[in-house]
């Protein structure tokens, strides 16, 4: 007698544990199917913020490359004026080193 007791106790134990599972399975279901709206309209925004922060990005790029451009520009004036006499010295003293061979026909 007891074993038919503790056999039929395991399988009403087994038997709530299905119940219960088939039960949350649903009620996951149906949540699911009242989420999805509101997700996809979440997934939409985000996937148009990320592609506005790469179109951002890209623009950031071009004007961190702009500006590097512009600043190199900016000094070059202030390093030619400093190099540009000592060029024409360094030109003079060569000019002065070459020797000039005349052939006369």
Not at 12 to 40: C, M, Q
Not at 58 to 82: F, I, N
Request: hydrophobic share 45%; net charge positive; aromatic share 4%.
């Amino acid at each position: 007698m007891i074993a038919v007791i503790s056999v039929l106790s395991f399988v009403l134990a087994f038997g709530a544990i299905w119940f219960t599972s088939e039960a949350l399975r649903r009620v996951d279901n149906y949540n699911d199917a009242k989420l999805k709206p509101h997700l996809l309209k979440i997934h939409q925004t985000t996937n148009a913020v990320e592609d506005a922060l790469r179109a951002l990005k890209g623009r950031v790029e071009l004007l961190e490359k702009q500006v590097h451009t512009l600043k190199l520009a900016a000094s070059l004036p202030a390093a030619l004026e400093t190099e540009t006499p000592a060029l024409q010295a360094g030109l003079q003293n060569t000019n002065q080193n070459i020797r000039t061979i005349r052939l006369t026909g």
